[in-house]
C-alpha cells in the first residue's frame, strides 16, 4: 500500500510541467551521447551537473538520472550502425547487431534494442519500487564497520572486473581515495595535501577530475588516431521486428532483464558485465550457436536488454545505502550532495517525493525513450555522420565551459586539464580510470567509517570480523582479491577482459 | 632493455607518489589505532601504492608489458601536445581575455591547425559556438563568465 501511495505521489512530481521538461532533456542528452562516441553519460553528467543547481533537487536529478539510462538506449543505435559502440554497455551489441545492419536488417536490430530496453526498463523500475523500500529498512541497522566493509567490498568489485592488471586497478583505488581525502580533515580540520592553496581547502572537485579523466582524456586518446566510422549506408527499413524476430527474443530479452537487474544491484560495471553474461548464456542456450556474431537477433536483444535492466538496478545501492554502485551513480550522488540532500536508507521516509519522483519519472522516461528511438533514428544517424574533427573541439569547450560554472574558479580548468593529461597517460599505461573515480567519491565515506569504527571499538579490527553483514562483505572482498592468485581463476578474469577490450 | 618497459617507468612514477604520500602522512601524524590521526589513512594507503607500484615496476623488470617507445608508435601524438599546449594557454588567458575570445582562439586553433577542416566550416561553427554558449549561460542561466581583465574596459556589454 505504501509503495502505490508512494508511487502516487511520485507521479504528481513526474508530471509537473517542469520535471516533464528536465526529464525529456535528460533522456533527449542521453540519447544523444549515448549515439555520439567519444562522449559518454559521465561526461554528459560531469558537464550538466552545473545545470542543475539552477532547479528543484528532483527536477535536477530527475534530468541526470534521464541522460544515464537514455545512453544506454542511444548506445545501441551506433553499435548497430557504425560497429562502434556508443558507450562501454554496448559493445557486445556491435556483434550482432553490425551485422544485421550489414545484411539489411537495420531495422529490426534498432527496433528489438528499443523494445528490450524498454520492456527491462520498465521491469527494473518496477522491482526498484518493491525492492529498495524493504532493503531500506535492514540498512537502517548498518554502523560505520558494515558501511566500511561494503565500501571495500564495492571496489574490489570494481577492481576485479576492470580490465587488465589487478595490482593497478587496486592501486588506481588507493589513489582515488588519497584525491578524495585532499582538503580539511572532517574530525579535526586539519588541512591534507593542500600545499597551502586556498582552492585545496575544500578539496578537489568531483567534475573536474571526472571531466578530465574521462572527457579531456577521451578526446586526447581519439585525436591521436585518425578515427574511421563505417556507417552503414544501406535504407534502414521498418524498425518494427517480424512475428518471428519478437518469438526469437522473448525469451532473450526477459533472461537479459533478470540478470541485467541483479548483475546492476552488485558494485562495479553492472551494465557492461550484464551484457556480456547475456550474451554468453544466450549463445550457449541457442540450438545454433553458430549463427552468433553472424546476425543473430538474440545476440543484440539479450544484452539489450541486461545493461538497460542494470542501469535500473544500479539505483538502489544508492538510494537505500547512499553508496553509489558505479561511476555514473557517484555523479548522481554529487547531484544529491550538492542540493544537500543525503541519499540512504532515510531517503524514502525523509524525503519521499524525491525517491519517488525519480522513480515515476523513469517510468515517463522510459515511455519517451521508446517515442524517441524508432521515429528519430533517422536524426541520430545524421548526427553519426558529423565529422569528429568539428565535434571533439565542441565538446572541449564544453567541458571548460562546465567545469568552470561548476565553481567559478579558473583552478578547476587547470585541475581538469592536469587530470585529462593523466587520464591519457592512464589509457597508455595500461590503468583505468573508473576505479579512482569511484574511490574518489567513496574516499571521504571509507575514511569516515574507518576511524569512527576503530574509535567505537577502542582501536580493534575485531569490529569488523563479529558484525555478519561486516563479515560477509570482507570475506567477498578478500576472496575477489585473493582470486587472480589462483592460475585457473587468472585465466578466466583475463578471459573476460580480453572479451571486453574485444 | 629492461629499462625501457612502459610498466617499469610507470610502476616508478606511482612508487614516487605512494612513497610521498606516504610520507605525508607521517607528517600529518599517525595517531593511534583507538584514536586515528588525519595521517592514518594517507600514510597506509601510501604504503599499499608502493606495493602495488613496486610490483608493476618488478614486472616491467622482468620484460612485462610493452616498450615505451611502442606506445606511441604510428599514433599522431603532435596532436595530443598541440591541444595540450591550447588547454594551458586557454587556462592562462581566460580570465585576461574573457570567454568569447579565448573560445574562438581555442576552436580556431582546434579547427585550423590541430584537425584542419575548411575556414567555411571552422569560421562559422567556431563564432557560432562561442557566442552562442555565451548567450545561453551568461544571459539565459546567468552564469557568470569572464569577460576579460585585459578588455572589459572596450567592450560595451
Redesign the interface.
Known amino acids: 500500500m505504501d509503495v502505490i501511495a508512494g508511487l502516487g505521489q511520485g507521479f504528481l512530481v513526474a508530471f509537473d510541467p517542469i520535471n516533464l521538461l528536465y526529464c525529456f532533456i535528460g533522456v533527449f542528452i542521453g540519447t544523444l551521447v549515448g549515439v555520439l562516441p567519444g562522449i559518454g553519460p559521465v561526461s554528459a553528467m560531469s558537464l550538466l551537473l552545473?545545470?542543475t543547481l539552477?532547479g528543484t533537487p528532483e527536477s535536477g536529478i530527475i534530468m541526470m538520472a534521464g541522460i544515464y539510462y537514455g545512453s544506454m538506449y542511444g548506445g545501441s543505435t551506433t553499435a548497430v550502425l557504425v560497429n562502434i559502440p556508443g558507450e562501454a554497455a554496448s559493445v557486445v551489441t556491435c556483434i550482432d547487431g553490425h551485422e544485421m545492419a550489414k545484411r539489411g536488417r537495420a531495422g529490426p536490430a534498432l527496433g528489438i534494442a528499443a523494445l528490450g530496453s524498454f520492456v527491462a526498463g520498465t521491469f527494473s523500475i518496477v522491482a526498484l519500487m518493491l525492492v529498495a523500500p524493504m532493503l531500506a529498512k535492514v540498512a537502517v541497522a548498518f554502523g560505520p564497520p558494515e558501511y566500511f566493509s561494503l565500501m571495500v567490498l564495492g571496489l574490489s568489485i570494481l577492481s576485479f572486473l576492470t580490465q587488465g592488471?589487478m595490482?593497478?586497478a587496486?592501486?588506481m583505488a588507493?589513489?582515488g581515495?588519497?584525491i578524495g581525502?585532499v582538503g580539511l580533515?572532517q574530525?579535526?580540520a586539519?588541512p591534507?595535501?593542500t600545499f597551502d592553496r586556498l582552492e585545496l581547502v575544500d578539496g578537489i572537485g568531483l567534475i573536474p577530475v571526472v571531466m578530465g579523466l574521462f572527457g579531456?582524456a577521451e578526446?586526447?586518446t581519439n585525436?591521436?588516431?585518425?578515427v574511421r566510422r563505417d556507417i552503414v549506408q544501406s535504407r534502414i527499413g521498418s524498425l518494427w521486428p517480424s512475428k518471428a524476430d519478437l518469438k526469437a527474443s522473448a525469451g532473450p530479452v526477459a533472461r537479459g532483464t533478470v540478470l541485467g537487474f541483479l548483475l546492476g544491484i552488485l558494485p562495479g560495471g553492472g551494465a557492461v558485465i550484464s551484457s556480456f553474461a547475456s550474451y554468453a548464456i544466450e549463445k550457449k542456450l541457442s540450438p545454433t550457436p553458430e549463427r552468433f556474431g553472424q546476425g543473430a537477433i538474440e545476440g543484440v536483444a539479450g544484452p539489450e536488454s541486461a545493461n538497460n535492466a542494470a542501469a535500473g538496478g544500479a539505483f538502489i545501492p544508492l538510494m537505500t545505502l547512499g553508496i553509489p554502485p558505479n561511476v555514473v551513480m557517484a555523479l548522481l550522488l554529487g547531484a544529491f550532495v550538492i542540493h544537500g540532500l543525503q541519499p540512504g536508507p532515510l531517503m524514502m521516509s525523509q524525503n519521499p517525493q524525491i525517491f519517488w519522483g525519480i522513480v515515476a519519472s523513469m517510468y515517463v522516461g522510459n515511455i519517451m525513450l521508446l517515442v524517441l528511438n524508432m521515429p528519430l533514428i533517422g536524426m541520430w544517424v545524421q548526427v553519426l555522420k558529423a565529422?569528429?574533427?568539428?565535434l571533439?573541439?565542441?565538446i572541449?569547450?564544453?567541458c571548460?565551459?562546465g567545469v568552470?560554472?561548476s565553481g567559478?574558479a579558473?583552478f578547476d580548468?587547470?585541475v581538469m586539464?592536469g587530470t585529462?593529461?593523466l587520464g591519457?597517460l592512464m589509457r597508455?599505461?595500461?590503468?583505468e580510470a573508473a576505479p579512482l573515480v569511484l574511490a574518489f567519491v567513496l574516499g571521504p565515506m571509507?575514511?569516515n567509517n574507518?576511524?569512527k569504527s576503530?574509535?567505537l571499538s577502542?582501536?580493534?579490527f575485531d569490529i569488523f570480523v563479529v558484525r555478519p553483514i561486516s563479515l560477509v562483505c570482507l570475506l567477498i572482498a578478500a576472496a575477489l582479491l585473493v582470486a587472480p592468485l589462483l592460475p585457473a581463476l587468472r585465466k578466466k578474469r583475463e578471459k573476460v577482459a580480453l572479451d571486453a577490450t574485444d | 632493455m629492461m629499462l625501457r618497459r612502459?610498466?617499469f617507468?610507470?610502476g616508478l612514477f606511482?612508487l614516487a607518489?605512494?612513497a610521498f604520500?606516504a610520507w605525508?602522512g607521517w607528517l600529518?601524524e599517525l595517531g593511534?589505532?583507538?584514536?586515528?590521526g588525519?595521517?592514518?589513512?594517507?600514510f597506509w594507503?601510501?604504503l599499499?601504492?608502493v606495493a602495488?607500484?613496486t610490483?608493476?615496476a618488478i614486472g616491467g623488470l622482468r620484460g612485462e608489458?610493452p616498450l615505451l617507445g611502442d606506445?606511441?608508435r604510428g599514433?599522431?601524438?603532435r596532436?595530443?601536445l598541440l591541444?595540450?599546449l591550447a588547454?594551458?594557454a586557454?587556462?592562462f588567458l581566460?580570465?585576461r581575455l574573457g570567454?568569447v575570445l579565448c573560445?574562438l582562439a581555442?576552436?580556431l586553433f582546434?579547427?585550423t591547425v590541430?584537425?584542419?577542416?575548411r575556414p567555411t566550416?571552422s569560421i562559422p561553427?567556431?563564432l557560432i559556438?562561442?557566442v552562442g554558449?555565451w548567450y545561453v549561460?551568461e544571459k539565459m542561466?546567468l552564469?557568470?563568465?569572464?569577460k576579460g581583465t585585459w578588455i572589459e574596459d572596450y567592450i560595451p556589454f
Open positions: 552545473p545545470v539552477s592488471s595490482a593497478k587496486l592501486l588507493a589513489v581515495v588519497i581525502l580533515d574530525i579535526n586539519m591534507r595535501l579531456v578526446i586526447l585525436i591521436e588516431q585518425q565529422p569528429y574533427k568539428i571533439f573541439p565542441l572541449l569547450m564544453f571548460i565551459v568552470f560554472a567559478n579558473v580548468v587547470f586539464i585529462g593529461v591519457y597508455k599505461f595500461g590503468y571509507l575514511e574507518l576511524r576503530l574509535i577502542e582501536g580493534t | 612502459a610498466e617507468w610507470g606511482w607518489v605512494g604520500v605525508q600529518l593511534t589505532l583507538r584514536e586515528p588525519s595521517g592514518f589513512v594517507f594507503l601510501g599499499i601504492i602495488f607500484s610490483s608493476i608489458g606506445l606511441w599514433a599522431r601524438w596532436n595530443v591541444v595540450v588547454l594551458i586557454f587556462g581566460f580570465e570567454f573560445s581555442l576552436l582546434l579547427m590541430v584537425d584542419p577542416v566550416i561553427v567556431s559556438a562561442a554558449v549561460l542561466l552564469v557568470q563568465l569572464p
